[in-house]
């Protein structure tokens, strides 16, 4: 059973940036590669971030490389998007999962949580 619950998204300015959070339910949570998609209303779910398990390797799309750093603390079962120089193009809905694959990551779980709202205005 794993359960993924999203926080840190608000409403910002063009150019400000967020930090998201990801609490992962579970003990096998530093086992397992994790990742950042996001939603918005009119496109399909996209890949946007993901990091290796023990945190040593990243991979980002270019849309958003050298914009978010994704990190990650096993200690706490925690994975973190810090978002900088945020564009509206990025207002989305933001989910965090269990992920797989090697350059992008494709999502593990079944399981969605509820995301955490991204809004940024021009």
């Known amino acids: 059973q794993v359960q993924l619950v999203e926080s840190g998204g608000g409403l910002v300015q063009a150019g400000g940036s967020l930090r998201l959070s990801c609490a992962v339910s579970g003990r096998t949570f530093s086992s397992y590669n994790m990742g950042w998609f996001r939603q918005a209303p009119e496109k399909e779910r996209e890949f946007v971030a993901g990091?290796?398990?023990?945190?040593?390797?990243?991979y980002y799309p270019d849309s958003v490389k050298g914009r978010f750093t994704i990190s990650r603390d096993n200690a706490k079962n925690t994975v973190y998007l810090q978002m900088n120089s945020l564009k509206p193009e990025d207002t989305a809905v933001y989910y965090c999962?269990?992920?797989?694959?090697?350059?992008?990551?494709?999502?593990?779980?079944?399981?969605w949580g509820q995301g955490t709202q991204v809004t940024v205005s021009s």
């Open positions: 999962n269990l992920v797989y694959g090697s350059g992008p990551y494709y999502p593990l779980s079944d399981y």
């Open positions: 990091i290796s398990w023990r945190g040593g390797s990243t």
